[in-house]
Structure formats: C-alpha cells, structure tokens
C-alpha cells in the first residue's frame, strides 16, 4: 500500500486491506483499530485497485458508525474521488433501498411508508378491537411483539400456547394484510421483505450479486438469523466477503445475535482466509494480561491473545470493602485521587451490571456536588417505575394531591383513558373538590369497568392510609405495590425475551427503592410519626429530581451499565459490585453458554480502560431493600495474581474469592464426611442443578466441606445446605 494517504497500519491490517479477492475473517480484537481497516480497505479497493464504488456494499449497525465510516473513507480518497453508487450503511437502511427498488415484485407500490414501533402497536390494538379481543388481556405490545417473531419464523405458532395461538392464527395474516393493503412496511419488514426477494426472485439476486460484488461487515458476531442469510445469498457468487467480528465481544444476545454465525461463516465459506487483528491501540499491557486470562476460560471462541505497545502501565486494583457504602467511598475517594492528578471527570467512568446499581453513587456524588451523568439509561431518581410508585406515596399522605393522581390513575391499566380522565377533571373542577373526592360508587359518566376500579384504588388507598402509624414504612411499601397492582403488571408483563429483561428491571429498580427507605429511616427518632417520615422523604427525594441537569459540553463522571459501555474508552474505569450472583448474575448461573456471555461482558468492561482499572466489591450489600453476603465474582479468581493489587479486604482474597479451578482442586483432595444420613449418589460440582422438596430448582454456586451453598429463584434467594441432605436432588442434565 504506497498511497500515502492511507493511514498507517500493522502488518495485519496492511494484510485485511491488501487482499482483495475471497472471503475474509477478520478476527478483530477490542481496540485493534478495525474501523481503521475497514474504512482504508474500501478506499484500498477504490483507488489501488480499480474497483467502481458501486460494486461495495459495507453494511455496520448503527447510523453514527456508518456516518462515521463514510467520512473517513472520503477523507481517505480526497476530494478528487467519486465515492457516487457506495453503499456504506445499516442493515436496515440497505433493506429499505433495496425495498425502493424492487417492492413491486411483492405487490406493494414503491412509494411505502415505514412504520415505527407505536404505529405498529395502534394498528395491532385496532385489530384485536376488530376482532372483538380484549386488548387488555391481549395487549397490542404483546400481540405485535409476537407478530414480530412469526414474520421471521411462522413455525413459532406452535411455541404460543393457548388462547395466544388463536388470537395470533386470526391477527398475524390480519396484520400483514392491511401492512400490504395500506402499502405499509414495518421495522421487521426491512430484513424479512428484501430476503424473501432474493430467495423468490432469481432476477433480484442476480442483480444485487452483480451489482455488490464486494462486501464487508462489520460487528459479524452481532448479526441475528436474518442478517446473516441476507449476507449470505449477496456474497454467494462472487465470494468476497469480508467480516470483521469478535466472538469475545458477543453480548447481545437477548436481542437476538447469534454468536453462531461466525462458524457458519466458516463452514460456508471453508476457502476464507483468517487474519487476527490482536494488537490494542487503547489500553496498557497489564489490562490486556488480566482480560486475557479471563476470557480465556470461555472455549466457544476463536484463541487470540491482545498486546499493546503502550507501556506496561499499572497493575489492576482490587477493593473489597466492609459492605457497600465503604465500596461507594472508595470510588469517590478515587475520583478525586484522579482529578487532583489532573484527569478530566470525562475521562472516568463507573459500569455496574444492571441499572439499579447506579442509586448509591448518585447519591454519593449529589451529597458531595461530583457531576455525574447516566448514560444509555436515566438517573434512578428519574426512572418511570421510581416516579410512579413515589406518585402512589405523595397520594397516600394527600388524597386531594391531584399531580400524584394524574400520573397513576391508570398505572396499571384501570379503563380510564384520555377521555374517561377528562371527565373526571371536568367534575372535580364542577364541583370544586379535588379529582380523588370525584370517585365514588355511583359514577355514570365513566364506564362500569373504569368506576369499579378507580373505587378499589381509592378503597385500597384509603385503607392503607387508616394502617399508617400502626405498621412500618417498609411494610406500608409492600402493601403499596401490592395493593396497587402495579409489581403484578410487572409481573405478567413478561411476553417477550424483551419484555421480560425490562420488566425484571424494574421490579429490581422497586426493590432498591426499598433500599432507599431503609437507609433513610435510620435518622429517625422512634417517636417520629410515619406520616411526617415519609414527608420529609419525599421531600427530600423532590430535591434530588430538581438537581440542574448537565449540558453535554460539561466534564462529568459516567455511570452506566457494561452493556452500554460497549464501543467506547475511559483512562480510568471502575467496574464496581463484582460478586457471584450479581456479576455473574444468579440466573446465568444456570446455563454455561449464559456465563460465557457475562464473562464476555466482562472482558468488554476490562477493555474499555486505557490507563487504569478499579474492581470493586462489597463482603455485605444492602440492596432490594435486605443484606446480601455474597462472594466475590468468580470472574476475579480468573485474574492471574501478578496482575492485581489488592487494597481493603481484598488482601484476604485468597481464602474467600470465588474460585472455579481452586474450588475443583479443593473437592478432589476432600473427604466425604458421614453426616447422619444415608450416603447418596450427589457428587455435587460447582454449576450443577439441584432440586429442593422446598425451595425447588436451584444451582449450586460454592461447596465448602459438607454444605452447599445453592441460588434459588430471586423470591427463594441464595441458600447454605447440607449437601446430602435427603430434600436435595440433583437434576440430571
């Protein structure tokens, strides 16, 4: 490559750039400048080689990535160079130029219009209205989401069970039939249209495969079943396809990637060529060291070792505090190490595995002015669960507070739409009396559904406001949100994998609220009255939602999960609550494949520093409102010694942290003990699943002599046991 407008490459990227014909795996390893080698491969095969622009195809996920890609292959090229006929852009914008061209074939018009999310809701409600469903026992997210499914794959009818199957076998063709009649695609569409094109249509294949005879991918492992066979069909001829992927960095599969589309890449395409991009351009040598002995205990990858030229840099540090507030003071104190050094609060950032573990350093960082920002998600304080159920508490002290009614007279669904509330404000401002004194038993202008409800609200209400002062605040909590209906909705709200994750997200954002409660009531006196507790709570937490927010421009810390984090780089990177069940999270434990994803993440969370690395921990956390004492993460025992410096507890690490290989070392020395009861056939492991006569299924997370410590569904929790006790099974796999 003499052009010297190339920019500068290792001799393996040079090698991803030079070779222009037959397939190509690129095995691009976090930090090794794969954008670099995708963009100056095009422009490599434009300039260097003659090939017409329109002849590429370079698809990646995201707008801002295919913007960027675009750029700098113009920059690469200069001004002189036509890039007129490339196509550099997401699967979707490259399904719906492809729709614009060729939907005629499928009997649309050319000029659809494509539907977003809420415009496919609206249409399946009025189809279930149509159909005479209830569509709040069938909800139209459910039903659409399930539509979704069935347009990629119809054999998924027979996974539905009843009634669902039925409402589907009348609402599915229904759907598509007034998408079509209406010339309508939606987002599904967009993958699903253009792939029944090419495999119905000859003519369509055969001229995409002549037009893109050169196509590059980029994030391969996050490619789901349609986006590979898409790919797949453009590539089949002329077989230049060049992927960049990563399987170390697969961790989005709850969206629906399928980290198995790199071996089917492999298998299809046996001639390719494999290159490993390994070198880092981000981080020090010791990060790279500790990340890869780590993700070297998942076997679904393709080996490869990360080096850096960047300097040795410093070890990793590990802290494992008392509990969880000495954990939170010790990033803060660490913060302002850093800053006093000089390095921005941009350049620092504290990821955590789910959202709910953000709430103590936002505290934290509002109690001592350290701007903050969370990213990918809002602030605790701010979420919609959080304002909710503080809503259902502001009403509980004030039934006139009308704002606190607006906001949860129909949260859950209770019939009272737009137009049954406008009725209501309309009598309450008649009468002049407050919109909850509106609710009673004879309303004739609402329906009988919405009336009988907003009267068992206002009852159960009322009577919880009788029980104030004669229970706890925590106890008041539980019988809100049962009361309510509002963690059943959460609860039923589970349809979908989607759904599921964000469902269980919020039922853990209800549960640390609990938290907060708790840590809260500690500065009051006994004699304080619960009615005056919870006022100056709410209060103070109003306060907290008043915080001015930060403009883009400012120097903050982020705060953000390790799935967020993905694509980006710090100096300075706190990975924080790293313990076994939280991080690995106790439902992954059940399955291997689900723990070599968490591992990945991991390994993606190590990757993301340049400079330094924090892991942090807590022998005790007070979060979902009880005291966790959990070990530390197995991934931890996984970082080799020479790589960690230990600070706090964490120099007792070696007796206490969760160890998989020291563990299986230790039980093969270990002697069954005699212990009361008939020896069974239990050769219980780390990893196994067990069943209890009482708690049911469970999975086996430590073993320490003869008892077994076992995490159980998140009611049931984590439990120490006898192993051989009689009402422990094992469940064969």
């Not at 990360?306 to 802290?319: A, D, R, V």
């Amino acid at each position: 490559m003499a052009n010297p407008r190339f920019e500068q490459l290792n001799d393996e990227q040079r090698k991803a750039v030079n070779i222009v014909d037959g397939p190509i795996m690129a095995v691009a390893g976090a930090g090794s400048g794969k954008t670099r080698v995708l963009t100056n491969r095009v422009a490599y095969l434009i300039e260097e080689t003659g090939i017409a622009p329109d002849h590429i195809l370079a698809i990646t996920f995201t707008n801002k990535a295919a913007n960027e890609m675009r750029e700098r292959v113009h920059q690469l090229i200069g001004e002189s160079g036509s890039l007129r006929g490339l196509w550099i852009l997401t699967f979707h914008a490259m399904g719906a130029r492809i729709l614009r061209n060729e939907i005629g074939r499928l009997g649309y018009k050319q000029n659809f219009q494509i539907l977003d999310s809420r415009d496919t809701e609206i249409i399946t409600k009025n189809l279930l209205k149509e159909h005479n469903y209830d569509t709040k026992r069938f909800t139209p997210k459910e039903i659409a989401d399930k539509i979704a499914y069935l347009k990629e794959d119809e054999t998924l009818f027979r996974v539905y069970p009843e009634p669902v199957r039925g409402v589907l076998h009348q609402i599915y063709p229904a759907y598509c039939d007034y998408l079509k009649s209406n010339n309508l695609v939606d987002f599904k569409d967009l993958l699903v249209l253009p792939l029944k094109l090419l495999k119905e249509h000859p003519e369509v294949l055969k001229t995409y495969r002549n037009r893109f005879q050169y196509i590059l991918v980029d994030e391969f492992q996050d490619t789901n079943n349609l986006q590979y066979d898409i790919v797949s069909l453009l590539a089949g001829k002329h077989r230049n396809l060049f992927i960049v992927g990563d399987e170390d960095q697969s961790i989005y599969a709850f969206r629906g990637s399928n980290i198995d589309n790199i071996k089917k890449f492999m298998k299809e395409f046996p001639e390719h060529k494999k290159i490993v991009l390994n070198q880092n351009y981000r981080s020090k040598t010791r990060i790279l060291r500790a990340a890869n002995d780590v993700i070297s205990h998942n076997k679904k990858r393709i080996e490869k070792e990360l080096y850096s030229e960047l300097g040795e840099g410093e070890k990793l540090i590990h802290f494992k505090g008392e509990n969880d507030e000495e954990e939170v003071y010790y990033v803060y104190n660490k913060i302002k190490q850093f800053s006093r050094q000089g390095i921005p609060y941009g350049e620092m950032v504290i990821l955590y595995r789910n959202n709910a573990m953000s709430r103590k350093f936002e505290d934290l960082f509002i109690k001592y002015h350290i701007p903050y920002k969370v990213i990918g998600n809002l602030s605790f304080y701010k979420r919609k669960e959080i304002k909710d159920i503080i809503a259902y508490m502001r009403l509980l002290l004030n039934t006139g507070d009308d704002y606190a009614f607006t906001r949860i007279h129909n949260e859950p669904k209770r019939g009272v739409g737009e137009v049954s509330f406008a009725k209501i404000r309309d009598e309450a401002n008649k009468r002049n009396v407050k919109m909850m004194d509106v609710i009673e038993p004879d309303m004739d202008f609402l329906s009988k559904r919405a009336a009988k409800r907003l009267n068992e609200l206002k009852s159960a209400m009322t009577g919880i406001q009788s029980r104030l002062e004669e229970q706890n605040l925590l106890e008041t909590y539980d019988e809100i949100l049962d009361k309510s209906g509002y963690m059943a909705m959460l609860e039923n709200d589970n349809h979908t994998e989607e759904q599921k994750i964000q469902a269980e997200r919020r039922r853990e954002n209800l549960q640390e609220f609990k938290t907060v409660l708790l840590e809260r009531l500690r500065d009051y006196a006994a004699e304080v009255s619960n009615h005056e507790k919870l006022s100056d709570i709410l209060n103070d937490l109003a306060l907290r939602e008043a915080t001015q927010e930060l403009t883009d421009d400012e120097d903050y810390i982020s705060l953000m999960t390790m799935h967020s984090a993905k694509g980006l780089e710090f100096k300075i990177v706190f990975v924080t609550c790293l313990e076994q069940t939280l991080f690995p999270s106790s439902q992954s434990l059940f399955e291997k494949a689900d723990v070599e994803e968490e591992r990945r993440l991991f390994y993606v969370a190590l990757t993301r520093a340049k400079d330094r690395v924090i892991l942090t921990n807590a022998r005790s956390r007070f979060m979902y409102g009880r005291y966790m004492h959990n070990k530390d993460s197995q991934f931890l025992g996984e970082i080799d010694d020479e790589h960690l410096e230990r600070h706090g507890l964490a120099k007792e690490r070696k007796s206490k942290t969760f160890n998989l290989r020291k563990s299986r070392r230790k039980r093969k020395k270990r002697k069954q003990p005699h212990i009361g009861y008939e020896r069974s056939e239990k050769d219980l492991k780390l990893g196994d699943k067990v069943k209890h006569t009482t708690f049911g299924e469970g999975v086996v997370v430590d073993l320490s002599g003869r008892k077994v410590t076992v995490a159980f569904d998140k009611e049931t929790g984590i439990k120490t046991l006898l192993k051989d006790h009689p009402s422990i099974e094992k469940v064969k796999s």
